[in-house]
T-cell receptor, first 111, second 110 residues
């Protein structure tokens, strides 16, 4: 079963920052937080992952709370192409453990 | 660098037939994961292969099976197809950190 809780849907205006929250209150010390997104009928795309420090890459930033029980994915300047379902996943950081997908957040970018 | 490739892109089968789906992982990746995504539903984990061995299996009947070849490519077989097997089947390969997905095979059972 998925170990994360996300809002079902969110809207964000084009050009604004999209902040997607995720709760993972039962996360273990060796589990990472991963974010993927799935644009309609395509394969999921890896976005970012982190353990306890905040992370940033060319796609997004990941902010993890100090107690690691929640995190926020930030898309700094949302475009229409960012409309997708976003999945927050916790996964052990070793052993190639499978990804368990929940229902995700359907993010709609509004022109 | 080539990504994860899946074939065929689309597959139409009749109920009761067998379907074979193929996946080539990214070069250097030894793990392959299979997922099923029925229309409007989430991704359900099917199978995980690593180094030629089945490592984990999701809650699917035995007619869903697969294998991984010495070159780490993988095959998913679905026997005795049922209408509800119609779905997008996704393959992913990964290292210890992130997994990368192919574009999927859309299987339609009629």
């Amino acid at each position: 079963d998925a170990k994360t809780t996300q809002p079902t849907s969110m809207d964000c205006a084009e050009g604004r920052a999209a902040n997607l929250p995720c709760n993972h209150s039962t996360i273990s010390g060796n589990e990472y937080v991963y974010w993927y997104r799935q644009i309609h009928s395509q394969g999921p795309q890896y976005i970012i992952h982190g353990l306890k420090n905040n992370e940033t890459n060319e796609m997004a930033s990941l902010i993890i709370t100090e107690d690691r029980k929640s995190s926020t994915l930030i898309l700094p300047h949302a475009t229409l192409r960012d409309t997708a379902v976003y999945y927050c996943i916790v996964r052990a950081g070793f052993g190639n453990e499978k990804l368990t997908f929940g229902t995700g957040t359907r993010l709609t970018i509004i022109p | 660098e080539a990504g994860v490739t899946q074939s065929p892109t689309h597959l139409i089968k009749t109920r009761g037939q067998q379907a074979t789906l193929r996946c080539s992982p990214i070069s250097g990746h030894t793990s392959v994961y299979w997922y099923q995504q029925a229309l409007g539903l989430g991704l359900q984990f099917l199978l995980w292969y690593d180094e030629g061995e089945e490592r984990n299996r999701g809650n699917f009947p035995p007619r869903f099976s697969g294998r991984q070849f010495p070159n780490y490519s993988s095959e998913l077989n679905v026997n005795a197809l049922e209408l509800e097997d119609s779905a997008l089947y996704l393959c992913a390969s990964g290292l210890t950190t992130e997994a990368f997905f192919g574009q999927g095979t859309r299987l339609t059972v009629v």
